[in-house]
């Protein structure tokens, strides 16, 4: 098996605020493989963005990111420096928010945009230097007729605007949204990323235009092989776009998994509250009271599973320090879930209810997170940590590793 792309684990991301430590992202861990679309799906607040935003350390000073490892094509993106961090930004990896007018300039062309970007990140041999773009931008005025406005115009014409020539003269506002966000995708592409994060890309735009833009960047991720990182509300949206998908609500990963799986074989009950509120979830905030009780404050986040007040299938183990559960016979993909139900000890009924947790359950458990918080205390390293110290990615064992050694299945 060829390494992921990019392999996050162990991510937590807290904010010091004036009520106390909020904890925006909690004890995360996933792998993007290349070319593939991956989905993060959850409610407002449940730390989608800072997830994105802490990959590409672009939080500022108020947030600590800590990891075990966050690796894009080896490279340990907490212990690069910010200089190097500025050109894989919009360069291997980009991103697209939701708003395009905060990625796009108002007072410059469209096409001088994207080609400055090219300028700088793809290789078409210009010089990129102070004089030079002073040059480019007083004395020539506009760099039209260069090879990278070229493949700006390019570019434009590949996420499909009409007269792509004339569209690179124009300025931001004499776009539509939707035009205007494929704009932002031009940009992304002219840096030739290997990945693009995609942050609710399509929210601002009418639902016409949505399924157009996410289709685009479908494509493109087919076409050029580039993995993308999508975050949505939308359960609709991943279904329609993602090869796996991680669910997340109150900082953490619920269940993470294939989208069939996810969707087929839902093994967490907020999975499960969100599948069953799809058909309305056109409109965001109708699908919010679908499941009734409000998220948990994240600020001095009790351990626990931080669901068990809104689950109609809590029951004693939950407010023990939630695990991972590899979910067996998964059709496609490794399927993780974190519910206690998934103890092997625990008897569910049908309904999916517990029936009963036996003594060997708890010393299960017990054992579970006895070796969790041993593997935290030896691989868990901060950010402002030697980088040798986690050249090798420290001495916590990988997921599979875990598996083998009988931490899901085994012997609790
Ligand atoms: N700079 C910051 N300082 C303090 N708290 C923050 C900061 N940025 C985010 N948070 C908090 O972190 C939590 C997660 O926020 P985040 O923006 O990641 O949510 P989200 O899932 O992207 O939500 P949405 O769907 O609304 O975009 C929220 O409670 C938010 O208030
Ligand atoms: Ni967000």
Redesign the pocket.
């Known amino acids: 098996m060829t390494d992921p792309l990019l392999d996050v684990r162990g991510l937590t991301t807290s904010?010091e605020?004036g009520q106390g430590r909020?904890t925006?992202?909690d004890d995360i861990t996933f792998q993007i493989e290349e070319g593939e679309v991956f989905g993060v799906v959850?409610?407002?607040?449940?730390?989608?963005?800072?997830?994105a935003?802490s990959v590409m350390r672009l939080?500022?000073d108020?947030?600590t990111v800590e990891a075990d490892e966050v690796r894009f094509k080896g490279t340990d993106l907490l212990s690069v420096s910010e200089s190097e961090m500025r050109s894989i930004r919009g360069g291997e990896i980009s991103m697209i928010f939701q708003d395009p007018m905060t990625s796009l300039n108002p007072v410059m062309t469209i096409g001088e945009q994207i080609a400055e970007v090219v300028r700088h990140h793809g290789d078409v041999g210009e010089r990129t230097g102070f004089w030079s773009e002073m040059r480019r931008k007083y004395v020539t005025g506009t760099s039209e007729g260069s090879r990278s406005w070229q493949r700006a115009v390019e570019l434009l014409e590949t996420v499909g605007i009409p007269e792509p020539e004339k569209r690179a003269t124009e300025y931001p506002h004499q776009l539509s949204g939707g035009m205007r966000q494929r704009v932002v995708i031009a940009q992304a592409l002219a840096g030739d990323p290997s990945l693009i994060i995609a942050?609710?890309p399509t929210t601002a735009l009418d639902v016409s235009i949505e399924a157009q833009i996410l289709n685009e960047i479908l494509e493109l991720s087919e076409e050029f092989g580039i993995s993308v990182l999508l975050?949505t509300?939308d359960l609709g949206v991943v279904r329609e776009t993602c090869d796996r998908v991680a669910v997340?609500y109150a900082?953490e990963f619920m269940e993470t998994g294939h989208v069939n799986d996810i969707f087929e074989d839902p093994h967490h009950p907020y999975t499960e509250g969100l599948l069953a509120s799809i058909p309305r979830i056109a409109d965001e905030r109708e699908w919010l009271s679908v499941i009734e009780g409000t998220v948990p404050d994240?600020i001095d986040k009790p351990s626990g599973c931080p669901f068990r007040d809104r689950c109609d299938y809590a029951f004693e183990l939950c407010d023990r320090p939630l695990v991972e559960y590899e979910i067996e016979g998964s059709a496609l993909e490794t399927h993780t879930v974190r519910c206690h139900r998934e103890n092997e000890h625990v008897e569910v009924d049908d309904s999916g209810h517990v029936e009963s947790v036996p003594d060997e359950a708890v010393a299960a458990l017990e054992r579970r997170i006895e070796a969790e918080s041993a593997r935290d205390a030896d691989g868990g390293v901060s950010p402002t940590a030697d980088a040798s110290a986690r050249a090798d990615g420290g001495s916590r064992p990988s997921p599979a590793a875990d598996a083998e050694n009988g931490g899901d299945h085994g012997e609790y």
């Not at 959850?42 to 997830?51: I, L, P």
């Open positions: 904010f605020t909020l925006a992202v959850g409610e407002s607040g449940s730390g989608k963005s800072v997830t935003l939080l500022d108020a947030g942050d609710e975050i509300h997340m900082s994240l």
